[in-house]
């Protein structure tokens, strides 16, 4: 099994409302990644999980929660967005590498489209 | 942080053609791993091929191939015998390394290629 699954796959939301995007997979890979990508624009890496600890948090506002509940697991909790936070929202996952390893293509889930208004 | 620079947004190429897509980077580490990714307007990232820093050999996979020349830092991807399922944006991706075991990409702009019968 080679897939990275996402739900929802469509969410619209208020600025007010409390919501979670689910990624998960069943690679055995420890490290499990989410992204963010506007339009027409490149995906930008937002978390970084490592054996289910948050080992990357590239600055992202604190209204954006992630949690590794295990190691197949990946959430996103979301609450208080602006619209400006719409965008198609990636999870990806790999292998843990160190230094001097060779592959780790990150597999992505097809991803969810965040409408916020 | 690492740079990847695609300096083609758009591209029109007959169907059969074979197709070059640029691809620079700028990195200080001696080691390090380059990927390309397809995303079709249905928002998947698809991985494509991968060359790591010290590969002996130029990455082939398919159709595709990668055009590596390290001293030039460029990585360009060619798609030989262009089909119209090939119509997709292309991002070149390089993988930062943290010293946790997890890794990220950082990714170029992309190009979008389009196709023609």
């Known amino acids: 099994d080679t897939e990275v699954t996402q739900t929802p796959k469509h969410l619209v939301m208020g600025m007010t409302n409390k919501k979670s995007l689910k990624c998960e997979q069943h690679m055995g890979h420890r490290a499990m990644y989410w992204y963010k990508q506007k339009a027409k624009k490149p995906p930008e890496l937002m978390f970084v999980?490592?054996?289910?600890?948050?080992?990357i948090n590239e600055s992202v506002p604190s209204r954006f929660s992630p949690e590794c509940p295990n190691s197949s697991l990946l959430n996103l909790h979301l609450h208080a967005l602006q619209p400006e936070d719409s965008a198609l929202y990636l999870c990806a996952s790999s292998q843990v590498v160190f230094p001097g390893s060779k592959n780790n293509e990150q597999f992505f889930g097809p991803g969810t489209r965040l409408t916020v208004l | 942080a690492q740079k990847i620079t695609q300096t083609q947004p758009g591209m029109f190429v007959q169907e059969k053609e074979a197709v070059t897509l640029d691809c620079t980077y700028d990195t200080s580490d001696p080691s390090y791993g380059l990927f390309w990714y397809k995303q079709p307007s249905s928002g998947e990232m698809i991985f494509l091929i991968y060359q790591g820093s010290y590969d002996q050999q130029n990455a082939t996979e398919g159709r595709y191939s990668l055009n590596f020349q390290k001293a030039r830092k460029s990585a360009n991807l060619v798609i030989s015998a262009s089909q119209l399922g090939d119509s997709a944006m292309y991002f070149c991706?390089?993988?930062?390394?943290?010293?946790?075991?997890?890794?990220?990409?950082?990714f170029g702009k992309g190009t979008h290629l389009i196709i023609q019968p």
């Open positions: 999980y490592s054996y289910e600890k948050l080992s």
């Open positions: 991706a390089m993988r930062d390394l943290f010293p946790t075991g997890a890794d990220g990409l950082t």
